[in-house]
């Protein structure tokens, strides 16, 4: 039929006037060149996922989720990234939204500004002076100073954190900077931690803010004085006047939605993988399984749970507070226009998914990820997982979800060296030469004996002593 066609075709062309040698030839690179056609989309339908013609967009979809009307979208923003609430994957959607319309980073030196001390705009790379309005996001880790930050960021700059359950952030701090915190490093566990923290907290140790009101202390509040209810009235009000919005980590996908509205982003800006997450590998009654030092030291009784959130009075507080206007913002924003929006972004994330990642998406330890540059970085008790990428993505593609995958550290890296190629690194403010720090913490621990243990910014925590010669020396306050 196909080969009538053909020939009917070409007496048509002309090809009539042709020798049988040249019909047949002609024939035949017809039929190749419809195979060949077939082949292409035949392969490509099994080779890829269906892929939509932008990399977010649905196949039904040719929108970026509701309209925004005619409002512009923020580009002057300042995120407080508090510790342990889901804030590196609210970093990375600022650093890929930055990072593809050429906006430029306020970045620390080390990775974090000058954290636990308080932020001072010195410590911003390439600050030159409180009137040279330079700089449009800025997120990493400080222990935030508005003055300070006022003089680094624009005056029309949309502020926004972003809050946890304090319990479920003990656990994530504990198992995190287990070996950071004194307070920590001496209890046999987080519930031996919680019966009595007394025992193992003396305030006047460097590092021990992980261990006690975490938020309260990033927020840059008042954590010396005693507990009590102006206290947290003072700050909650200090917060609600310094932030447009607050995030709540629990409800992540609407505090996207809520998030995305306040700055007029399309919603695929916020459309994220969960990073810097710490393995669970459940099992039996305690919910862990693992070899020596293991998250066992990680479970909790409902006791012990009421026991950290008395000790952790100031940040319950603080997320109470704003979990409340948190729920009345989506009230006001509509639960069902809310709930619509939610599930845009969820199918978002689940097509991506497919897409990007290999193992239908979940994350895998930095040890199984072959590619070295991408692996997350590690510290305390349990392994931070990461991601790795399908194979056989187009260069568009792999870009795209190479940046949703990029840990913090490695981010920070990149958008340093684009803001600061090598040849031109300024100097720092203050005058002094940039040192630029390795992109890891280690602890070093030859034959059981730990010898360097250094923070993000490199700073060295301690070196070949024992722990109660770190403790006694490491007093900063
Ligand atoms: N999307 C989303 N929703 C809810 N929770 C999330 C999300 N993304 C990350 N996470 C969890 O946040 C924890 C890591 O927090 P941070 O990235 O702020 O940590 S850090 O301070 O930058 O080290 C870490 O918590 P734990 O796993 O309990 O340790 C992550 O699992």
Redesign the pocket.
């Known amino acids: 039929m196909v080969f009538r066609r053909s020939a009917r075709r070409m007496r048509w062309l002309g090809c009539y006037r042709l020798g049988p040698l040249w019909k047949a030839l002609l024939v035949f690179a017809v039929i190749a060149f419809a195979g060949q056609l077939l082949g292409v989309i035949f392969n490509k339908s099994w080779m890829q996922p269906e892929r939509p013609h932008s990399l977010y967009a649905l196949p039904s979809d040719n929108s970026q989720g509701d309209s925004l009307g005619s409002c512009q979208p923020h580009t002057h923003i300042m995120f407080l990234?508090?510790?342990?609430?889901?804030?590196?994957?609210v970093l990375n959607l600022l650093y890929r939204f930055g990072e593809e319309r050429g906006l430029k980073f306020a970045l620390p030196m080390g990775y974090q500004f000058g954290y636990p001390m308080s932020f001072n705009a010195q410590r911003v790379k390439g600050y030159r002076g409180p009137r040279v309005a330079e700089f449009d996001i800025m997120g990493n880790?400080m222990r935030f100073n508005k003055p300070e930050v006022e003089k680094v960021m624009p005056a029309d700059t949309f502020y926004f954190s972003i809050l946890?359950d304090p319990v479920?952030l003990a656990?994530?701090s504990y198992?995190?900077y287990k070996n950071v915190a004194p307070a920590f490093r001496r209890a046999k566990g987080l519930g031996d931690f919680a019966d009595n923290p007394y025992k193992y907290y003396d305030p006047r140790l460097r590092n021990n803010h992980y261990a006690r009101n975490l938020m309260w202390f990033d927020f840059g509040l008042d954590h010396t004085s005693n507990f009590s209810l102006a206290l947290v009235k003072r700050g909650v009000a200090a917060v609600r006047r310094n932030f447009k919005l607050i995030l709540i980590?629990?409800y992540?996908d609407q505090s996207m939605v809520l998030l995305r509205h306040a700055l007029c982003w399309p919603l695929d800006a916020v459309v994220?993988f969960?990073?810097?997450?710490?393995q669970?590998i459940p099992t039996g009654r305690s919910g862990w399984v693992g070899k020596a030092a293991a998250p066992a030291p990680l479970a909790l009784t409902d006791k012990q749970r009421s026991k950290l959130r008395e000790w952790n009075a100031l940040d319950w507080h603080l997320y109470q507070a704003f979990n409340l206007t948190f729920w009345q913002d989506v009230e006001r924003f509509g639960r069902s226009r809310m709930e619509s929006e939610v599930a845009l972004l969820r199918t978002k994330r689940e097509v991506l998914t497919r897409i990007c990642l290999r193992d239908g998406g979940r994350p895998i330890e930095a040890s199984r990820i072959r590619d070295k540059t991408i692996r997350p970085f590690q510290s305390g008790l349990v392994k931070i997982l990461g991601y790795e990428l399908r194979s056989g993505l187009d260069n568009a593609t792999w870009e795209a979800c190479l940046r949703m995958i990029r840990p913090?550290i490695q981010y920070k890296d990149l958008l340093d060296l684009r803001q600061f190629p090598r040849a031109q690194q300024p100097p720092a403010a203050g005058g002094l030469p940039v040192k630029r720090e390795p992109a890891i913490l280690r602890t070093e621990d030859r034959g059981g004996k730990r010898l360097v243990e250094k923070d993000w910014d490199g700073t060295i925590l301690f070196r070949n002593q024992s722990l109660e010669q770190v403790d006694s020396k490491v007093r900063l306050r």
């Not at 990234?81 to 994957?89: E, G, L, M, N, R």
């Not at 969960?274 to 710490?278: D, E, H, T």
Request: glycine share 0%; charged share 25%.
């Open positions: 990234k508090t510790h342990k609430t889901a804030s590196s994957t880790h946890r479920a656990e994530s198992a995190y980590s629990e992540f994220s969960s990073l810097n997450a710490r669970h913090e």
